[in-house]
T-cell receptor, first 111, second 111 residues
Framework: KQEVTQIPAALSVPEGENLVLNCSFT??????LQWFRQDPGKGLTSLLL?????REQTSGRLNASLDKSSGRSTLYIAASQPGDSATYLC??????????FGQGTTLQVKP | ETGVTQTPRHLVMGMTNKKSLKCEQH?????MYWYKQSAKKPLELMFV???????ENNSVPSRFSPECPNSSHLFLHLHTLQPEDSALYLC??????????FGSGTRLTVV
């Protein structure tokens, strides 16, 4: 049974800093892993999807990696901005299609 | 628009009312989902539909009744709700276990 964990629960950094968000999963037979962003009271916005055959995906200042052997994924945010402040969630689908979410990391980027 | 449209965006209803939430996806996906997100709590999967057939009911009370008339539309019928049902209700779609897309959500308040 897949379990997904995100640590830390909250992170505060000054503007301009590069940062890494962590996601761990228990089942290495992962189908794919998706990173989402959620602003308060809003829906989830998909940031990056990494297929099981891929090692990383990049979009703008974001880079996500996947290491199945260690059960880890990271989301790297370069040159953070106050607009990056949000909750970041990673998720992996179960065999039945149910998305298993981590608890999320709430990021605050201070000007 | 993300490709998944939810209406209404906000809903206030009394405990004796009957209302419905609507979700429509324009992505040609074959699976649709309802999630509930209460304040300060993780996302809870409520229902899963694959090819219009309900494949998962996550022990949801019968006062929530889903309906999936076709693979593009999903409804959540609400009746005799309780104040603790106040939450953000999110709809999502996917093509099997591939990339999941979420709607913007309906903020429900039960008074």
């Amino acid at each position: 049974k897949q379990e997904v964990t995100q640590i830390p629960a909250a992170l505060s950094v000054p503007e301009g800093e590069n940062l890494v968000l962590n996601c761990s999963f228990t089942d290495s037979a992962i189908y794919n892993l998706q990173w989402f962003r959620q602003d308060p009271g809003k829906g989830l916005t998909s940031l990056l999807l990494i297929q099981s055959s891929q090692r990383e995906q990049t979009s703008g200042r974001l880079n996500a990696s996947l290491d199945k052997s260690s059960g880890r994924s990271t989301l790297y945010i370069a040159a953070s901005q106050p607009g990056d402040s949000a909750t970041y969630l990673c998720a992996a689908p179960s065999n039945t299609g149910k998305l298993i979410f981590g608890q999320g990391t709430t990021l605050q980027v201070k000007p | 628009e993300t490709g998944v449209t939810q209406t209404p965006r906000h809903l206030v209803m009394g405990m004796t009312n009957k209302k419905s939430l609507k979700c429509e996806q324009h992505l040609g996906h074959n699976a649709m989902y309802w999630y509930k997100q209460s304040a300060k709590k993780p996302l809870e999967l409520m229902f899963v539909y694959n090819f219009k057939e309900q494949t998962e009911n996550n022990s949801v009370p019968s006062r929530f009744s889903p309906e999936c008339p076709n693979s593009s539309h999903l409804f959540l019928h609400l009746h005799t709700l309780q104040p603790e049902d106040s939450a953000l209700y999110l709809c999502a779609s996917s093509q099997s276990r591939s990339s999941y897309t979420f709607g913007s959500g309906t903020r429900l308040t039960v008074v």
